[in-house]
């Protein structure tokens, strides 16, 4: 599902938007392309230091949006730049191979957000 410009994008440096919503108003936070890691099996992993209306959001609905972009990949036609707008579905990992090998990485963490992605689409 994830296809070589999405992985195109992340290898370069720009803005990662995190859309969660519970009870109240969405929530947006955000993080850098560079703290993406994707798992053999696709899911999307986010060191989380903060994050804490994500998660008691999550544990509401575990429904998540994420648009990402960066200006150095060229779009659709020609177009300096393009990104993708990810849903899938999160949860808080503080255990586990997952968490272990994001801690090793990022010793800052409390947890990992983990996101089964379920519809990636390019934008421009």
């Not at 696709?42 to 544990?59: F, H, S, Y």
């Not at 609905?61 to 999160?90: C, H, M, P, S, W």
Request: aromatic letters at 10%; a negative charge.
């Amino acid at each position: 599902m994830l296809t070589e410009k999405f992985f195109d994008v992340i290898r370069h440096e720009g803005v990662v938007s995190i859309v969660s919503w519970g009870h109240e108003e969405p929530h947006l936070t955000c993080t850098w392309n560079s703290y993406l890691v994707v798992t053999d099996d696709e899911r999307i992993l986010i060191p989380a230091a903060g994050m804490k209306q994500t998660e008691a959001n999550v544990e509401v609905n575990d429904r998540v949006l994420l648009a990402l972009g960066t200006r150095d990949v060229e779009g659709f036609n020609g177009y300096q730049g393009t990104g993708f707008r990810i849903e899938g579905r999160a949860k808080f990992l503080t255990s586990g191979p997952d968490y272990e090998m994001m801690r090793q990485k990022y010793p800052f963490i409390r947890s990992v957000l983990a996101i089964t992605v379920d519809v990636a689409k390019q934008m421009l």
